[in-house]
């Protein structure tokens, strides 16, 4: 609710609606996704100008909120380059310090709060699942993720293999 609050300038009237909390969520959801994939990155090194600029500039958040993305851009990019991406990850988690943002390991974000039970459960599912897929046999993959999605687990499939996040 906090990212939804800050996306509007303090000045203008904020049409608040359960769409602006889906979409905070998801965009909350985007940055912790690239910190997880960076999570071998070290945020250190000179960053490029002030990553606080836009709260200086009449408190400008929505400003400060696209520079999040834009050092998520910038860190996503040298993660698949493999060239240094501690300068971005550096101002991507001291902007969102300030702001009050990606404080969490990006792990137990996507957890949602789900109990020992259900992580065990659900990661020996996705190995599974990886194993039906690695052998060819769709249809136990998607019963898999099937079940996943009756537990309330939404599956990402990427490059580095797949993360999960509990529904909404």
Request: no cysteine.
């Amino acid at each position: 609710r906090r990212w939804a609050l800050l996306s509007g300038h303090y000045r203008q009237p904020l049409d608040w609606t359960e769409s602006l909390i889906e979409q905070s969520r998801k965009a909350l959801d985007r940055l912790y996704g690239v910190l997880q994939r960076a999570k071998a990155v070290k945020a250190s090194g000179l960053i490029e100008g002030d990553p606080l600029e836009p709260l200086l500039d009449d408190l400008n958040t929505p400003q400060a909120l696209s520079h999040l993305f834009r050092y998520a851009d910038d860190l996503d990019r040298s993660v698949r380059e493999g060239t240094d991406g501690g300068p971005p990850k550096r101002a991507l988690l001291e902007l969102g310090e300030v702001l009050g943002f990606l404080q969490a390991d990006p792990d137990v974000w996507f957890e949602g709060g789900a109990d020992e039970g259900l992580k065990a459960q659900v990661e020996a599912l996705l190995v599974e699942r990886l194993a039906a897929r690695a052998a060819k046999d769709w249809p136990t993959a998607d019963r898999i993720r099937g079940d996943l999605d009756a537990l309330g687990v939404v599956v990402m499939d990427g490059p580095q293999g797949a993360t999960w996040r509990m529904k909404d």
